[in-house]
């Protein structure tokens, strides 16, 4: 395993981050669980730029890491994703994967960041950026061509993200505000290696078969 990240007084940081006086440093490499954060996060990103490929046309809102994996918030005007879509979408996803793309960051004034996402069409990013306080900076990530408005942390570069798997679809109102826009919302997880990857699935079947069990006993099924 290579260093993907650090731990800078007890922060996790990506790469890219400027640093200024610090009293401890500690790499942190790609199978430590702490770089699962930034695994998540930008197989998110990978996500939401092979979606946009697939789907011209197709606005991104919000795509965070989460305990078991991340997930991407799109509107999309031309149809509902459906099982075959997520197939597409993460061949795709290993497609860019294999790109070995660096994760970039940029950090913008607000005029610029507003310039750049109106250029892009991006009117749910327009508001993420009115919603950052002042004095805060306000910085992009890319990969490819493809970039978004984020604060990060991310790993050095997409090669890093070897375990990826799409685990399903559904929806959820912008801002979870009934009455805004519905998007849709796709669901992952990802690991550093495939072998991570194969023994998280494994992990998660076992754990079902167990709570079936359990249930079955608990209504006398057998």
Partial sequence: PDTVAA??????VDLHTPIETPTD????????????TL?????????????????????VTIGP???????????????????DDLARI?????????????????????????ERLAKLGENYKIEILDS??????????????????????HVPSTKWLQGVKLTGVGGVYWRNKEGNPYLQ?????AWASQKALDAHLKQLEEAKARDHRKLGRELGLF
Wanted: with cysteine.
């Fill in 7 to 12: 731990l800078v007084d007890g922060a996790l």
């Fill in 25 to 36: 440093i500690a790499p942190v490499m790609s199978d430590d669980p702490r770089a699962l």
């Fill in 39 to 59: 695994i998540h996060h930008s197989t998110a990103h990978v996500m939401a730029d092979a979606v946009q490929r697939l789907f011209p046309g197709t606005k």
């Fill in 65 to 83: 890491a989460t305990d078991g994996g991340f997930f991407y918030d799109f509107d999309r005007k031309d149809g509902r994703f459906t099982e």
């Fill in 90 to 114: 993460e061949a795709t996803m290993r497609e860019i994967v294999k790109e070995d793309r660096p994760f970039t960051r940029y950090v913008v004034s607000r005029e610029e960041a507003r």
């Fill in 132 to 153: 950052i306080p002042e004095g805060e900076d306000v910085s992009f990530y890319q990969h490819g061509e493809w970039i978004d408005l984020c604060e990060g942390p």
């Fill in 185 to 189: 919302r796709i669901y992952g997880t």
